[in-house]
């Protein structure tokens, strides 16, 4: 089936350690993004890649990095940097003249 | 720049009820326009878009929406509301498509939590 794949759903940190959020689309989509979901804040964009091994920063780009490698691959680096990381993370991926589908989410928490 | 405003973090309609979710946007470059629903601990779903073209568009699940540039808004409507619509509204705006021909990053607002009264 094809589609948007983040994994892990859940995961915990531990306060300064770096965390890796995976995001696999198998659509063939060249662009793809990041968000940050906060309650009552609406979707903040973190990083956006329109391209394969290009990217820009979103407006809360700050404490997280990305790679993009692959066309398919573009996973999200929470770092030590990044001083309040609990959210809820939302990856997502856009065809050619279409607006973003977007995968399940993984939600993050520091413990 | 772009922003997005949406009026009512919770609206509250009775099951059958006219729907209406107000969404103003504010953009330096003529706007793409989109709404997304999103229920409980899951990612969004496009419910419609507007772009170029006619500017009432018509979505899933009975939604519809009219862009109004004179008055920069971009309302959110579905002539009967149904126990199942009950879920978070998001309205975006993008500046349009980028380089690889992916929406420019889109800018959303904070969301409208939707409720359903039996």
């Known amino acids: 089936d094809g589609g948007i794949t983040q994994s892990p759903k859940y995961l915990f940190r531990k306060e300064g350690q770096n965390v890796t959020l995976s995001c696999e689309q198998n659509?063939?989509?060249?662009?793809m993004y990041w968000y940050r979901q906060d309650p009552g804040q609406g979707l903040r964009l973190i990083y956006y890649?329109?391209?394969?091994?290009?990217?820009q920063k979103g407006d809360i780009a700050e404490g997280y990095s990305v790679s993009r490698e692959k066309k398919e691959s573009f996973p999200l680096t929470v770092t030590s940097a990044q001083k309040n990381p609990t959210a809820f993370y939302l990856c997502?991926?856009?065809?050619?003249?279409?607006?973003?589908?977007f995968g399940q989410g993984t939600r993050l928490t520091v413990v | 720049a772009q922003s997005v405003t949406q009026l009512g973090s919770h609206v509250s309609v009775s099951e059958g009820a006219l729907v209406l979710l107000r969404c103003n946007y504010s953009?330096?470059?003529?706007?793409?326009l989109f709404w997304y629903v999103q229920y409980p601990n899951q990612g969004l779903q496009l419910l419609l878009k507007?772009?170029?073209?006619a500017t009432l568009v018509k979505g899933i699940n009975g939604f519809e929406a009219e862009f109004k540039k004179s008055e920069t808004s971009f309302h959110l409507t579905k002539p009967s509301a149904h126990m199942s619509d009950a879920a978070e509204y998001f309205c975006?705006?993008?500046?349009?498509w980028g380089t690889g021909g992916g929406a420019d990053g889109l800018t959303f607002g904070k969301g409208t939590h939707l409720i359903i009264q039996p």
């Open positions: 997502a991926s856009s065809p050619q003249g279409t607006p973003p589908f």
């Open positions: 659509l063939n989509h060249d662009a």
């Open positions: 890649s329109q391209i394969v091994n290009d990217f």
């Open positions: 953009s330096s470059v003529p706007p793409y």
């Open positions: 507007y772009t170029t073209g």
């Open positions: 975006a705006v993008s500046g349009g």
